[in-house]
């Protein structure tokens, strides 16, 4: 896949979508450029969710984590575009919705740690484990496919284009 194709993966936690953002926060992202290739609403059934979070399974605040995006339901996204992993965490801003500067949406919407309305994937590595984990292959669409495809050359030069 090439530099403008990665994907990655991002979900509007129950918090983002019991307080009607899930909408605001796909807009942040399409109007930045990236392509949604992938879109679920759905609930999140414990094995998926301790799967999702198995790295902190040995802390103290991983049954929290479990309980809280099983909680109510979530939109999943698989997001595509030059750069998307940087791009995204950059407009997610830091966990902690306190200390997330304005303009970034934890910075504008969230208050919280836990309650920070959104996750994102933080790797290639991670994203590509976690797009397999909420997404069966054909429940995507083709690389250069998505939602922002007729306006790819309005966002990306022709050099971007060739990387």
């Known amino acids: ?30 109007r930045k450029g990236m392509s949604v290739v992938g879109l679920k609403l759905m609930r999140v059934n414990e094995a998926t969710a301790k799967q999702h979070y198995a790295e902190h399974k040995e802390k103290p605040f991983f049954g929290s984590l479990v309980s809280f ?46 309650n920070n309305l959104i996750h994102a994937s933080d790797s290639l590595e991670s994203a590509a484990r976690e797009l ?12 250069g496919q998505g939602s922002g495809s007729a306006i790819r050359p309005w966002v990306y030069s022709a050099e971007d284009q060739k990387k």
């Open 1 to 30: 896949m090439s530099k403008l194709h990665e994907r990655t993966l991002v979900i509007v936690k129950p918090d983002g979508v019991a307080r009607g953002l899930a909408g605001e926060i796909l807009a942040r992202f399409e």
């Open 69 to 114: 995006i099983t909680g109510g339901p979530v939109v999943v996204l698989a997001l595509e575009g030059q750069g998307v992993i940087e791009v995204v965490r950059g407009l997610v801003g830091p966990t902690s919705g306190l200390k997330a500067p304005g303009g970034t949406i934890r910075g504008d919407y969230a208050l919280s740690m836990q």
């Open 132 to 143: 397999e984990l909420w997404f069966k292959s054909e429940e995507l669409v083709s690389p």
